[in-house]
């Protein structure tokens, strides 16, 4: 069983930037991909960041490109999302997600999920 806990939310003006972590409880947390994907309220979750096991593929959410970077650091089981130029309409419960196949890029890919943690955006 892989458990993952969010922290890092919180509430943000405009412009602003936040630091989300994920500490993963599994040893084998370098064979997984990771993935951190939000859901605002009324919509459906969405796919935001994607880092492979090196962390040498990424991919991002076109609406997010240039603004936030997924990192992660396997000797310490954690992942990242460095969130700067932060909008209004970032706003919303942010999950890491954890996911075994190799390629993962889409939320039915993934199998693991923490509680989330929230971010608002003032505006």
């Known amino acids: 069983q892989v458990q993952l806990e969010e922290s890092g939310g919180g509430l943000v003006q405009a412009g602003g930037s936040l630091r989300l972590s994920c500490a993963v409880s599994r040893r084998t947390f370098s064979n997984y991909v990771m993935g951190w994907f939000r859901q605002a309220p009324g919509k459906e979750r969405e796919l935001v960041a994607v880092i492979s096991w090196s962390g040498r593929r990424i991919s991002y959410a076109d609406s997010v490109k240039g603004r936030f970077t997924i990192s992660r650091d396997n000797a310490k089981n954690t992942v990242y999302l460095q969130m700067s130029s932060l909008k209004a309409e970032d706003t919303a419960v942010y999950y890491c997600?954890?996911?075994?196949?190799?390629?993962?890029?889409?939320?039915?890919?993934?199998?693991?999920w923490g509680q989330g943690t929230q971010v608002t955006v003032s505006s």
């Open positions: 997600e954890a996911s075994s196949r190799i390629g993962a890029s889409a939320l039915r890919d993934f199998d693991y």
